[in-house]
């Protein structure tokens, strides 16, 4: 059972665009939500992570947005670069728990 | 420091044939995962081990055997492997009271015909 439901699959946006996807969970015990970055032959890499008791957190061109409330979080990726193509998942951890619960990804291509 | 190291980087297998893969961390961390990642099925945890000398079953453990050999290694076993087993399997680890960041290797891909 899926429990952190991510869109869209795939994406493609203009240079200098805004790229958008989109996270909502069911469990409430979810306490952290990262965001990953992975590159085409390589691991994924931890992008950007934000606790639910913050509405947003911004760091360069990247925005996590948190609704608690609707249970959803987003990823916002202002001025979007050719080098921001790659492939995103959003994730939600549990307190007292070691592992991750991880999206299904989204694959994005910044068009020139 | 090499982060997370993983051994071997391609492999092709026949049905039936058994191998393991080997990851590594030079970071001190307590937890080890073992993921496998397929097309538009995201990443899916096979096995973890919390700390040194505990495994625990993933969402996806069947026909995979995992050993925490010592607080840096962490073993990844397909005794028998079948078609179903061609993917992409990362290696991952986190400290303790940073869960939600977990460092990952750059992959083993294997197929197995």
């Known amino acids: 059972q899926q429990q952190v439901k991510q869109s869209p699959q795939s994406l493609i946006v203009q240079k200098g665009g805004i790229s958008i996807i989109n996270c909502a969970y069911e469990?409430?015990?979810?306490?952290?939500f990262p965001w990953y970055q992975q590159f085409p032959g390589k691991g994924p890499a931890l992008l950007i992570a934000i606790r639910p008791d913050v509405s947003e957190k911004k760091e360069g061109r990247f925005t996590i947005s948190f609704n608690k409330s609707a249970k959803q979080f987003s990823l916002h990726i202002m001025d979007s670069q050719p080098g921001d193509s790659a492939t995103y998942f959003c994730?939600?951890?549990?307190?007292?728990?070691?592992?991750?619960?991880f999206g299904k990804g989204t694959m994005l291509l910044v068009s020139p | 420091n090499a982060g997370v190291t993983q051994t071997p980087k391609f492999q092709v297998l026949k049905t039936g044939q058994s191998m393991t893969l080997q990851c590594a961390q030079d970071?001190?961390?307590?937890?080890m995962y073992w993921y496998r990642q397929d097309p538009g099925m995201g990443l899916r945890l096979i096995y973890y081990s919390a700390s040194e000398g505990t495994t625990d079953k993933g969402e996806v453990p069947n026909g995979y055997n995992v050993s925490r050999l010592n607080k840096r290694e962490f073993s990844l076993r397909l005794e028998s492997a079948a078609p179903s087993q061609t993917s992409v399997y990362f290696c991952?680890?986190?400290?303790?009271?940073?869960?939600?960041?977990?460092?990952f290797g750059p992959g083993t891909r294997l197929t197995v015909t």
């Open positions: 991952a680890s986190s400290e303790q009271g940073r869960r939600y960041e977990q460092y």
């Open positions: 469990n409430t015990a979810f306490d952290y």
């Open positions: 994730a939600a951890s549990i307190k007292g728990y070691s592992t991750l619960t």
């Open positions: 970071m001190n961390h307590n937890s």
